[in-house]
């Protein structure tokens, strides 16, 4: 058998995506399922963007384009964080990549190696300790407290500085718990990254994705309180205006890092494609309606979704502020048996939701949760209200209900 390199064994598949697949293939096989594992918005690309796609292949923009991206979706990008986050920053500070994910990876390529250790706060979004992983650097998990909006716990935090930290990375709003970070804990947090050399990676995806109150860039924060933090930050296509397909995201920060970055994307891909950053100017530049009519949608359904959740006997759900995930609480459940058997952990749980409720959820014990399951809502309400009630029966019938 062939023997593949270490790394492969040391990566952990994407379980979220896995989660994903068995609902496709029940559903191949006809089985009526509900999927709650989605990290996706249920919402085609606006038509404007879709056009814009149409008429950049009609036009020839279909070969390849510079290795960081065209000037002009990267003027866009400057354009957007001046206007929406209130940044200045140049296009030479930009890099375009094959969706978000490729730019934390590069970030992490690029600034880590084996030795560094990088902090990670938990619950976390599963690729994060995969990314240090991979470029041989150790991930070190950092407690957050759920009865506190899932913010950093400081004094675990500081327990795990030492010499070896060059980086750390924060993601609010959150995948998978949806809650926004006051700005003031972020303002903490890059003080002390400032006062110990860490860079930060700051992964804002669902930046667009906040229900109550307003976003602000970890870049903003730290320039109006002058804290000079070594900051790149990673935003996507994906969320903000349903392109999740399209594999469309950048990072900005500084200029020497970003090249860096660059370098390595020229040799593993050449470049993100090209009518996609094509539709993405239009995008960033063009009618920004369909934004809003998607988060209040969003809300809607959180409020919804969340209600829901609390009306189940012995679960708990705090409000989240943004993204499109609950995160509610089952630990009750756990230790006790169903149909004879004991449910360890919220694998298994997840497991007997699955297959008892065709309902697919995605087990909290993966996001260094347990207890925990991760509800997606960018679903239609009546599916939501189906999927809750599908698995309020489960509940009910456990052995001691
Ligand atoms: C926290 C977080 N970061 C990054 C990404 C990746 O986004 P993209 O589609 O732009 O690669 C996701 C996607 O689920 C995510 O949840």
Known sequence: MTEFADRVHRVKPSFTLEMTSRAAELRAQGVDVIN??????????????????????????????????TIELRQAVCEKLKRENQLDVSPDQVLISNGEKQSLYLACQTLFQSGDEVLIFKPYWVSFPEFVTLADATPVLVDTDPKQNFEPDFEDLKSKINDRVKGIIINSPSNPTGSVWANEVIVDLLGMAK????????????????????????????DDHQIGANIITCMSMSKTYAMTGWRIGYAFGEKSILKAMSKIQGQATSCANSIGQAASVEALLGDQSAVEMMREKFKERRDLM????????????????????????????????????????????????????????????????????????PLGEDVIREGIHRVKKVLENFDNN
């Open 36 to 69: 709650f594992s989605a990290g996706q918005p249920d919402f085609n690309t606006p038509e404007n963007i879709r056009q814009a796609a149409k008429t950049a292949m009609d036009n020839g923009d279909t070969k390849y384009t510079a290795g960081s991206g």
């Open 195 to 222: 006062e110990n050399g860490w860079i930060v990676i700051s992964d804002e995806c669902y930046e667009r994705l906040v229900f109550d109150g307003e976003f602000t860039s970890a870049q903003k924060l730290s």
């Open 306 to 377: 969340v209600s829901l959740l609390n009306g189940l006997p012995g679960v708990s759900c705090d409000t989240p502020g943004g993204a499109f995930y609950a995160f509610p609480d089952f630990s009750t459940y756990i230790g006790q048996t169903f149909c004879g058997e004991v449910i360890k952990d919220s694998f298994d749980l997840s497991d007997v939701i699955l297959s008892e409720a065709k309902v697919v959820t995605v087990p909290g014990d993966g996001f260094g949760a347990p207890g925990h399951i991760r509800f997606s809502y």
